[in-house]
């Protein structure tokens, strides 16, 4: 499994589409139900990936619901070596991780709570 997935780039060349796909946490949430549940019962992951290479195990995945997918545009910088967008993209990642588990605890947090009044 990647982590990230760059995909097509624009006409001048100056930023990439890159496709995320980040970890959901195997714990539940406030009314017990398990994020990942949440994220497939949401329907938060596309039906397909919107990799086309993706393998079928990462397919598997984002179909459980044990990964996320975010698709985000990366911005190049003219003469910037690989090796530095590389390192740029992985910050990037490490920081969009860090939101969506966030995210998933303010705005999941109460998913599939019922209750009938007595």
Not at 91 to 118: C, E, N, V
Request: aromatic letters at 10%; proline letters at 5%.
């Amino acid at each position: 499994m990647s982590d990230y997935h760059v995909l097509e780039g624009s006409a001048d060349g100056n930023s990439f589409t890159v496709v995320m796909h980040i970890p959901v946490p195997d714990v539940n949430n406030e009314v017990n139900v398990n994020y990942r549940t949440v994220v497939v019962q949401a329907g938060l992951n596309p039906e397909v990936s919107s990799v086309p290479f993706v393998t079928a195990a990462e397919q598997a995945q984002l179909d459980a619901g044990e990964l996320y997918e975010h698709a985000c545009q990366f911005w190049t910088h003219p003469g910037e070596s690989l090796i530095a967008k590389r390192e740029r993209l992985d910050a990037l990642y490490t920081a969009a991780k860090t939101r969506a588990q966030a995210h998933f605890q303010h705005r999941l947090a109460y998913w599939g709570m019922s209750r009938d009044i007595p």
